[in-house]
C-alpha cells in the first residue's frame, strides 16, 4: 500500500512541489527578516501613524478654521446633481492632507539628503597633481619628471 502511494506521489509530483514549497518559505523567511524589510515594515506603522495624526490634524483643526471663513462645517461641502451628493468638501480634506503629508517627507528627504552631502564632503580628497611647474623656466611639467624638458635643467 505504500508503495502505491509513493508511486502516485511521484506520479503527481507531490514530493517535489512540497520541496519547493520548504524552500520556497526558507527564503521568504530570509528576505522577510533582513534589516531592511524590517525597516521598511517600521517605516510603514509609523508612517500610517502619522497619517492618522495628520488627518486629525485636517478633520479636527484645518477644516473648523476654514470652516469659520466660509461659515460652515468643510466635510459639508457638498453639489447636488439630482439624487446624486458629491461631497467636494471630503476631497478637499483628502487634497489638504495629501498636501500636509507630502511637505513634511519632502522636509524629511531635503533634511537627510543635506546630513548625506555634509558626511561626504569631509570625505572626498583632492586628487594628486600631475604637473608641477619647473623652478628654472616656470613650464609646466610631469610631476615624475627629473629633467625639464623645455630648459633642459636637472630637478630635483
Do not use: W
Not at 4 to 19: V, Y
Not at 75 to 81: A, P, R, Y
Not at 87 to 102: D, E, K
Request: glycine content about 6%; overall charge positive.
Amino acid at each position: 500500500m505504500k508503495q502505491h502511494n509513493k508511486r502516485k506521489e511521484q506520479q503527481f509530483g507531490l514530493c517535489g512541489q512540497q520541496k519547493d514549497m520548504k524552500k520556497f518559505l526558507k527564503e521568504f523567511k530570509q528576505f522577510a527578516v533582513r534589516g531592511n524589510v524590517m525597516d521598511m515594515a517600521v517605516g510603514v506603522v509609523i508612517g500610517s501613524a502619522f497619517t492618522a495624526i495628520v488627518t486629525s490634524l485636517v478633520n479636527d483643526i484645518i477644516s473648523p478654521l476654514v470652516g469659520l471663513l466660509v461659515k460652515t462645517d468643510f466635510k459639508d461641502l457638498v453639489i447636488q446633481v439630482g439624487n446624486v451628493a458629491i461631497a467636494y468638501g471630503s476631497f478637499l480634506n483628502a487634497v489638504v492632507n495629501f498636501l500636509i503629508v507630502a511637505l513634511v517627507l519632502f522636509c524629511i528627504i531635503r533634511a537627510i539628503n543635506r546630513m548625506h552631502e555634509i558626511g561626504h564632503k569631509g570625505k572626498e580628497e583632492p586628487a594628486p597633481a600631475e604637473t608641477k611647474i619647473c623652478p628654472y623656466c616656470q613650464s609646466e611639467i610631469s610631476v615624475k619628471a627629473t629633467r625639464c624638458p623645455h630648459c633642459t635643467s636637472q630637478l630635483e
